[in-house]
């Protein structure tokens, strides 16, 4: 059976397509926690690489390590640029890639756009920075992952697809300052603080529900294409 690779950086993210596999199982490899499952005569290891640099580069390489893979595939969330981009927007990062992108409708039934991604150290939240961000690199969307994954590929010579759904925009932000949202170094979102933000700030509420829908959306579509890219790759 072909062999293929998904990385997501957060379970949050992943949810939806582990529901589509088969046989699924866990396993230690390396020191770190992998996924195992079938979807049709593919088999899939899964990996959580965790956010940012420090932990993606740590995991993958681990994740990598005395493996022969024909494919990984890097999917997620994204944050777009530019309002051109719409959450729940599928991306392939052509920049990333080493597939040929030339017929992205071959991959998926779902419409996917192809542009250039950026791996970026921490969220961005501000519209302005978004914009410079664009102006100044002419990628689309940012992540904070892809790059590195991309160069452990390279190193192990697995070909890669990026793919990623559009979760905020400049035109629908983050519900709340991302370092209530999430913290890099502990690797996960303190309820307490998100809860003493709130509180703080009550009219913030609706959008933190309207954002969490948006999310569920968006995890939804992804892992809509991301079965159809597995499945054709």
Same mark, same amino acid.
């Given at each position: 059976?072909?062999?293929? %690779? $998904?990385?997501? %950086?957060? /379970?949050?993210?992943?949810?939806?397509?582990?529901?589509?596999?088969?046989?699924?199982?866990? %396993?230690?490899?390396?020191?770190?926690?992998i996924i195992r499952g079938t979807l049709g005569d593919r088999d899939i290891e899964l990996l959580h690489t965790g956010v940012g640099e420090k932990v993606c580069r740590r995991r993958v390489e681990k994740f990598l390590r005395d493996q022969h893979f024909e494919s990984l595939i890097s999917a997620g969330f994204a944050g777009a640029l530019n309002d051109e981009?719409? $959450?729940g927007d599928l991306l392939l990062a052509r920049n990333f890639s080493t597939f040929d992108l030339n017929d992205s409708r071959s991959f998926s039934s779902l419409?996917?756009? +192809?542009?250039?991604? &950026?791996?970026? /150290?921490?969220?961005?939240?501000?519209?302005?920075e978004r914009n410079e961000i664009a102006r100044s690199t002419g990628a689309a969307a940012v992540d904070m992952e892809t790059e590195f994954i991309a160069r452990a590929c390279a190193e192990h010579g697995i070909p890669l697809l990026s793919?990623?759904?559009?979760?905020? +925009?400049?035109?629908? /932000?983050? /519900? %709340?300052?991302?370092? $209530?949202?999430?913290?890099?170094?502990?690797?996960?979102?303190? &309820?307490?603080?998100?809860?003493?933000?709130?509180?703080?700030h009550p009219n913030k509420i609706p959008?933190?529900?309207?954002?969490?829908r948006r999310i569920a959306r968006a995890r939804k579509t992804l892992a809509t294409a991301l079965v159809d890219v597995a499945r054709n790759l």
């Amino acid at each position: 059976m072909t062999r293929i %690779a $998904v990385t997501f %950086a957060l /379970p949050a993210e992943s949810s939806e397509f582990l529901a589509q596999l088969r046989d699924k199982s866990h %396993a230690d490899r390396n020191g770190i926690r992998i996924i195992r499952g079938t979807l049709g005569d593919r088999d899939i290891e899964l990996l959580h690489t965790g956010v940012g640099e420090k932990v993606c580069r740590r995991r993958v390489e681990k994740f990598l390590r005395d493996q022969h893979f024909e494919s990984l595939i890097s999917a997620g969330f994204a944050g777009a640029l530019n309002d051109e981009l719409r $959450v729940g927007d599928l991306l392939l990062a052509r920049n990333f890639s080493t597939f040929d992108l030339n017929d992205s409708r071959s991959f998926s039934s779902l419409p996917i756009r +192809t542009a250039d991604l &950026l791996t970026v /150290p921490a969220l961005i939240d501000s519209g302005g920075e978004r914009n410079e961000i664009a102006r100044s690199t002419g990628a689309a969307a940012v992540d904070m992952e892809t790059e590195f994954i991309a160069r452990a590929c390279a190193e192990h010579g697995i070909p890669l697809l990026s793919l990623r759904v559009i979760t905020d +925009t400049p035109h629908e /932000p983050f /519900p %709340a300052p991302p370092k $209530v949202l999430f913290d890099i170094e502990q690797q996960r979102t303190h &309820l307490l603080k998100l809860v003493r933000f709130l509180l703080a700030h009550p009219n913030k509420i609706p959008g933190l529900v309207e954002f969490a829908r948006r999310i569920a959306r968006a995890r939804k579509t992804l892992a809509t294409a991301l079965v159809d890219v597995a499945r054709n790759l």
